[in-house]
């Protein structure tokens, strides 16, 4: 049984990889093989849709397409998550901040120097 | 005439707000052991904001009592002031609710807002990354630069970009997954949680800012000593070093407007020296010295404020 993240995932997979709108029960069989009930794709769905990822028309039965195109979902993920904004400090702990050229020039300067010195 | 334990306070309030904080941030010790440094700095934060929020309080209340426990319970049973009560202590009344108001409510804020930023951006993440088959608790990314990060939290997110994975060895990576969970284990947003809010409410106070950006660079050189205590491998210490090394040197494809580059960058690079020319451990009593100063410094107010006047 996957869980509703994995489900998410795969859900938002097929709505990027579809031509256009999709209906829940196009999605169903598309998860036929994770053994998905119709009721479970209707909550991932709505669960996707409350979090802004996507939307449906009026048609009967409703479809479904991605509110961003996985493009631009990745981009609107790299400026949100690493941008440079002062409370995106706050948020994540980034293994290393944003160095700008010259400080990079000096660390591999600062690194090599240590190399050509035996030992640790 | 002022109680005695007032002017204390505000003394006290006074050194903690200035010299205190502008001494340690110069002090070269630090990096020798970021955990006993970080500790002095909550203590500190906590005892700054006690003894300046005390001082006022104290103060406004003396026509009360001339200890705080003394002047609580006068007002909480209805007493009649002993004294008169004049502008001055209204003023130092006000002035204390305020300030607690502030302090509290700007804490709590940043408290929200930290969480909600970070459950959007974990949303944003958990639709495009791959649970790592390698490492059980991360998860990929796919994207050219070479980023690492962790989001803290209930359900705290570890992510390592496929930029980063190609530009690491395997000893390298284990490098940097080992400093973010050390991030994690030791909840080093919630050391920072207060000097952050710290900063947001007396921006005009230079100490706040510098005590920030201590503590910052303080909880990456933590997570650097944990990483590599928990690291196997002939020199840890210059694979961690390789790791951030590369890690900073490819740090393309974000755009960064150069006035944020300044702190981070020296920060960055004092990591690196740190790692590539170990400074020698603090001595067992310069260490213990160090934090009973921090006990005593937090209870010197509490012991202001509790105790009968002087």
Known sequence: MATLGELERAVMER???AEGPVAATTLRGELAERGVALTTVHTVLSRLEH?????????RPRRFRPRATRADHAAELMHEVLGQAGDRQAVLARFVGSVNADEARLLRELLSGADDTPGD | MLPATAVSLAVLAVLLAWPVPA???????????????????????????????????VHG????????????????????AADRVRGDHWVALTLAGVLAAELLGVLVLSWVRTGRTRRRHRE???????????????????????????????????VLSSGMVAELDGDQLAAVVAHERAHLREHHHLLLL??????????VLPAAARAHAGVRELVEMRADDV????????????????????????AGGVEVPSGALAVTGSATGARVVRLLEPPRHLPAAARWAALLSAGLLLLLPTALLLLPAL
Do not use: N, Y
């Open chain 2, 194 to 203: 207060p000097f952050v809010a710290w900063e947001a409410a007396l921006p």
């Open chain 1, 15 to 17: 709505l990027w990889a």
């Open chain 2, 227 to 250: 990483a590599l205590a928990s690291l196997s491998g002939t020199a840890p210490r210059r694979t961690l070093a390789r790791a951030i090394v590369a890690a900073a040197g490819g």
């Open chain 2, 124 to 158: 944003l993440l958990e639709l495009v990354v791959q649970p790592s088959a390698e490492l059980p608790d991360t998860r990929l990314l796919e994207h050219p630069a070479p980023v690492a990060f962790c989001i803290p939290g209930a359900r705290p997110l570890l």
């Open chain 1, 51 to 59: 979090k802004g990822f996507v939307v449906h028309d009026e048609g």
């Open chain 2, 61 to 80: 209340l003396s026509p009360w009592g001339h200890s705080l426990p003394e002047a609580v319970r006068s007002v909480l049973t209805l007493h009649p």
């Open chain 2, 23 to 57: 001494l340690l941030a110069r002090a070269r010790w630090p990096r020798r052991d970021p955990l006993v440094a970080l500790v002095c700095w909550q203590s500190i934060g906590l005892a700054g904001g006690l003894s300046m929020i005390g001082a006022l309080l």
